[in-house]
């Protein structure tokens, strides 16, 4: 921003007072064939210069769109009414021509995915540039001195050389860092961030918002951050506002919302979260039921028919935002309250502080010990190896370009894994993206042939197996995958999509149709829904149907390929309670396969934390969270936020830098080295040269704790 920039928008927060953004009475409705879908109502906040607030909420449930109308880019036949100023400014409503002199300038915005957000066809630089050039009159050179300036400080390594890559060339976390980068590029007043760490593993995700931070004390902006993650929310901001059914049904200072909720949705939340700071024993509290549909929003309080407290008021009268007094009154907030702790509910007085979630979410006859009987019934005896890998190792080939296709190297996606799953046992596989989790998962199943190593399911080799010989296994043998919705064929109806596993193994029609009424009440659906097709059920619904479908055969084990990550926290905790009773009830084994320890610690009886192809530390779920041995274990847990702002804002953390190396270049000697904090800092050169030229073994610590790392210490950090 040049320096006669910079003095007119002092001028204009002079002649404003502090407020940067002012939301009233925002409201958004889309056309459709089925009428008018109103996808925000009623919203308004203030943003002070340099506030932070969050916007958390279910999908759908209107986050995203309020922001898209706050920038102007929803479809010129969407209906927009309210008002939204920015720097004292009205700007809803306005032409292309003018709306484009503030987007970029005075508010910026950052996408969820982006890969989507960049063009694949110019470099970085160019793109960075052209954002500087766009409200700037600077030349070329100076445009390319400012996005390598820019680079540097959200933490790109080497940044002259990333300005002459592309986007392909970068992984997700850097590229995120580059749509940062891009927002900050003209010292915007205003930064619109829309969940910008979905999908990216907690030790990225922990840069990315090192690098939001960095762009906020830069720039000086205020921040909206769009996120369903509540760590993330408790770490970040000052002001939270919490959305349902299109309008915000609580909002205030974060510490307020979170320790002293004054509406039952928001309680409920937090109440649906797996967390590292609190004992496993415990069973989530989820939701019931799914959000509503916008096209057909029930009367009164929208939250109503979820709702454990709702009574006949909450169905015909909808609540407005107020405020509770000291003296227990409760009134309308003032525009000087922008800051206020307001809440959309007629019984907000009977939200008490320190009430318990699961007071009010805990499903009926469920128990808060399933856990630990679980944990002692497992204890007892010797449970029998179901599943064992041993030296399992899986390259994939490299081939050169051109009609011959030679061999030019391999990728090492799976590099001497062994492991046992036993008996009535939930084993997590956990590590970042691409370090071969997913991989071993099918090497185990037999649905990709190992390079090496050797598979065996009660005692029984499974490598060198064909289908044919591999189909009668498949009965104990099942997997359900990431997305629902991929994995469920759109064109069969859900009785057709559970049934086919039963009828390839030759199940009469008429047994599997019993059975598959039987499997939809056992994971929680209504059997008279079977006839329908999988677009007409939710996400967590979707995972639900997999899971049947999985168990149709009765299988011994069931391999669960990120089975929670795409869902929201209120519909993952119902799939999590379901596992876990299914587990209980049918006596079976997971692999679960996950990148977020939060549900692990949750769900898991042992952990086995991958890097790189390699597993760096097995041990008991309790043993691992309390005392971490290696590096990188102690990095993960690190990264995880926690719900709670307190914890969350003053516990330390392990940085790692850095992006996971290329598994067909891996470094030598410990994989890890590159990134490891403690040999960055720690380490004397003799035992740096240990790292690099000696690949650690996975050694014995103790009462089955083994971890791979020639220094290992143990740390605790909850």
């Given at each position: 921003m040049t320096t006669e920039n910079m003095s007119n928008a002092e001028t204009d927060v002079s002649s404003h007072g502090d407020t940067v953004l002012e939301v009233d009475a925002l409201n958004v409705t889309f056309p459709s064939e089925d009428g008018s879908l109103p996808a925000v109502r009623e919203v308004s906040y203030r943003l002070r210069r340099g506030e932070a607030l969050g916007i958390v909420g279910e999908s759908g449930s209107g986050k995203s769109v309020t922001?898209?109308?706050?920038?102007?880019?929803?479809?010129?036949?969407?209906?927009?009414?309210?008002?939204?100023?920015?720097?004292?400014?009205?700007?809803?409503?306005?032409?292309?021509?003018?709306?484009?002199?503030?987007?970029?300038?005075?508010?910026?915005?950052?996408?969820?995915?982006?890969?989507?957000?960049?063009?694949?066809?110019?470099?970085?630089?160019?793109?960075?540039?052209?954002?500087?050039?766009?409200?700037?009159?600077?030349?070329?050179?100076?445009?390319?001195?400012?996005?390598?300036?820019?680079?540097?400080?959200?933490?790109?390594?080497?940044?002259?050389?990333r300005l002459r890559q592309y986007p392909h060339e970068l992984s997700g976390g850097m590229r995120q860092r580059v749509v940062i980068a891009i927002a900050m590029a003209n010292n915007p007043d205003v930064i619109i961030a829309d969940e910008p760490t979905t999908a990216l593993d907690v030790t990225v995700q922990a840069q990315v918002l090192d690098a939001l931070q960095s762009a906020r004390k830069e720039t000086g902006a205020a921040l909206v951050l769009i996120t369903h993650d509540l760590g993330v929310v408790a770490g970040q901001v000052e002001r939270v506002a919490v959305m349902y059914g299109g309008r915000i049904v609580e909002s205030g200072p974060v510490e307020e919302v979170f320790y002293r909720p004054q509406m039952p949705y928001a309680l409920g939340l937090l109440g649906s979260l797996p967390r590292l700071d609190e004992e496993r024993a415990e069973r989530l509290a989820p939701i019931g039921g799914t959000p509503p549909s916008l096209m057909n929003l029930p009367r009164g309080c929208a939250f109503a028919p979820r709702c454990p407290m709702a009574r006949d008021v909450c169905h015909t009268e909808e609540p407005v935002l107020l405020r509770t007094l000291d003296n227990g009154d409760r009134v309308p907030p003032r525009p000087e309250d922008a800051a206020a702790h307001v809440a959309a509910c007629h019984f907000s007085?009977?939200?008490?502080?320190?009430?318990?979630?699961?007071?009010?979410?805990?499903?009926?006859?469920?128990?808060?010990g399933e856990e630990t009987e679980r944990s002692e019934q497992g204890a007892a005896g010797d449970p029998e190896v179901l599943l064992r890998a041993e030296d399992l190792v899986k390259n994939f080939p490299i081939r050169s370009k051109g009609l011959l296709k030679r061999k030019v190297g391999d990728v090492q996606a799976v590099s001497g894994i062994s492991l046992e799953l036993r008996e009535r046992e939930t084993l997590a596989l956990v590590g970042e993206s691409g370090c071969g989790k997913s991989t071993t998962a099918r090497l185990l199943l037999n649905l990709i042939r190992s390079t090496s190593g050797r598979v065996s399911y009660m005692g029984k080799p499974?490598?060198?197996?064909?289908?044919?010989?591999?189909?009668?296994?498949?009965?104990?043998?099942?997997?359900?995958?990431?997305?629902?919705?991929?994995?469920?064929?759109?064109?069969?109806?859900?009785?057709?999509?559970?049934?086919?596993?039963?009828l390839i193994h030759r199940t009469r029609n008429g047994d599997a149709k019993k059975r598959v009424k039987e499997l939809l009440e056992l994971v929680g659906l209504n059997p008279e829904h079977g006839s329908r097709y999988p677009h007409e059920f939710s996400g967590g619904q979707r995972q639900r149907i997999g899971v049947a479908r999985a168990l149709s055969l009765n299988p011994k084990v069931l391999v669960l390929d990120e089975p929670v990550s795409a869902l929201d926290v209120s519909i993952q905790a119902g799939v999590i309670n379901l596992l876990e009773d299914l587990q209980e009830e049918?006596?079976?084994?997971?692999?679960?396969?996950?990148h977020d320890l939060s549900v692990v610690k949750h769900i898991a009886d042992r952990v086995a934390v991958m890097y790189l192809g390699k597993i760096v530390e097995t041990a008991t779920t309790d043993q691992l969270f309390e005392a971490p041995a290696h590096p990188y274990t102690q990095a993960l847990i690190s990264a995880i936020p926690l719900p709670d702002p307190v914890k969350e804002r003053t516990r330390e953390r392990i940085v790692v830098t850095g992006d996971v190396?290329?598994?067909?270049d891996p470094p030598s000697g410990c994989r890890f080295r590159t990134r490891c904090p403690k040999f960055a800092q720690d380490l004397s050169k003799t035992e740096r040269e240990k790292c690099v030229q000696e690949v650690p073994g996975l050694l014995e610590r103790g009462s089955g704790h083994r971890d791979a790392c020639h220094y290992s210490e143990v740390v605790e950090l909850l």
């Amino acid at each position: 921003m040049t320096t006669e920039n910079m003095s007119n928008a002092e001028t204009d927060v002079s002649s404003h007072g502090d407020t940067v953004l002012e939301v009233d009475a925002l409201n958004v409705t889309f056309p459709s064939e089925d009428g008018s879908l109103p996808a925000v109502r009623e919203v308004s906040y203030r943003l002070r210069r340099g506030e932070a607030l969050g916007i958390v909420g279910e999908s759908g449930s209107g986050k995203s769109v309020t922001s898209m109308a706050i920038m102007g880019l929803l479809p010129k036949n969407t209906r927009i009414d309210g008002s939204v100023r920015l720097m004292g400014e009205e700007i809803l409503g306005l032409p292309d021509k003018a709306i484009s002199k503030v987007r970029g300038k005075k508010i910026a915005m950052i996408f969820q995915d982006p890969l989507t957000s960049l063009n694949p066809v110019y470099t970085i630089g160019f793109q960075i540039s052209e954002a500087v050039l766009a409200h700037n009159d600077v030349g070329r050179k100076r445009a390319w001195e400012r996005s390598r300036e820019l680079l540097e400080i959200v933490g790109i390594p080497s940044p002259g050389q990333r300005l002459r890559q592309y986007p392909h060339e970068l992984s997700g976390g850097m590229r995120q860092r580059v749509v940062i980068a891009i927002a900050m590029a003209n010292n915007p007043d205003v930064i619109i961030a829309d969940e910008p760490t979905t999908a990216l593993d907690v030790t990225v995700q922990a840069q990315v918002l090192d690098a939001l931070q960095s762009a906020r004390k830069e720039t000086g902006a205020a921040l909206v951050l769009i996120t369903h993650d509540l760590g993330v929310v408790a770490g970040q901001v000052e002001r939270v506002a919490v959305m349902y059914g299109g309008r915000i049904v609580e909002s205030g200072p974060v510490e307020e919302v979170f320790y002293r909720p004054q509406m039952p949705y928001a309680l409920g939340l937090l109440g649906s979260l797996p967390r590292l700071d609190e004992e496993r024993a415990e069973r989530l509290a989820p939701i019931g039921g799914t959000p509503p549909s916008l096209m057909n929003l029930p009367r009164g309080c929208a939250f109503a028919p979820r709702c454990p407290m709702a009574r006949d008021v909450c169905h015909t009268e909808e609540p407005v935002l107020l405020r509770t007094l000291d003296n227990g009154d409760r009134v309308p907030p003032r525009p000087e309250d922008a800051a206020a702790h307001v809440a959309a509910c007629h019984f907000s007085d009977e939200l008490g502080a320190g009430i318990r979630p699961e007071a009010l979410f805990r499903e009926a006859g469920k128990g808060s010990g399933e856990e630990t009987e679980r944990s002692e019934q497992g204890a007892a005896g010797d449970p029998e190896v179901l599943l064992r890998a041993e030296d399992l190792v899986k390259n994939f080939p490299i081939r050169s370009k051109g009609l011959l296709k030679r061999k030019v190297g391999d990728v090492q996606a799976v590099s001497g894994i062994s492991l046992e799953l036993r008996e009535r046992e939930t084993l997590a596989l956990v590590g970042e993206s691409g370090c071969g989790k997913s991989t071993t998962a099918r090497l185990l199943l037999n649905l990709i042939r190992s390079t090496s190593g050797r598979v065996s399911y009660m005692g029984k080799p499974l490598q060198g197996l064909s289908d044919k010989q591999m189909r009668p296994l498949r009965r104990d043998l099942q997997i359900v995958f990431q997305d629902p919705f991929a994995s469920l064929d759109p064109r069969m109806t859900v009785a057709d999509i559970i049934a086919e596993p039963m009828l390839i193994h030759r199940t009469r029609n008429g047994d599997a149709k019993k059975r598959v009424k039987e499997l939809l009440e056992l994971v929680g659906l209504n059997p008279e829904h079977g006839s329908r097709y999988p677009h007409e059920f939710s996400g967590g619904q979707r995972q639900r149907i997999g899971v049947a479908r999985a168990l149709s055969l009765n299988p011994k084990v069931l391999v669960l390929d990120e089975p929670v990550s795409a869902l929201d926290v209120s519909i993952q905790a119902g799939v999590i309670n379901l596992l876990e009773d299914l587990q209980e009830e049918l006596g079976l084994s997971y692999l679960f396969v996950s990148h977020d320890l939060s549900v692990v610690k949750h769900i898991a009886d042992r952990v086995a934390v991958m890097y790189l192809g390699k597993i760096v530390e097995t041990a008991t779920t309790d043993q691992l969270f309390e005392a971490p041995a290696h590096p990188y274990t102690q990095a993960l847990i690190s990264a995880i936020p926690l719900p709670d702002p307190v914890k969350e804002r003053t516990r330390e953390r392990i940085v790692v830098t850095g992006d996971v190396p290329s598994p067909a270049d891996p470094p030598s000697g410990c994989r890890f080295r590159t990134r490891c904090p403690k040999f960055a800092q720690d380490l004397s050169k003799t035992e740096r040269e240990k790292c690099v030229q000696e690949v650690p073994g996975l050694l014995e610590r103790g009462s089955g704790h083994r971890d791979a790392c020639h220094y290992s210490e143990v740390v605790e950090l909850l």
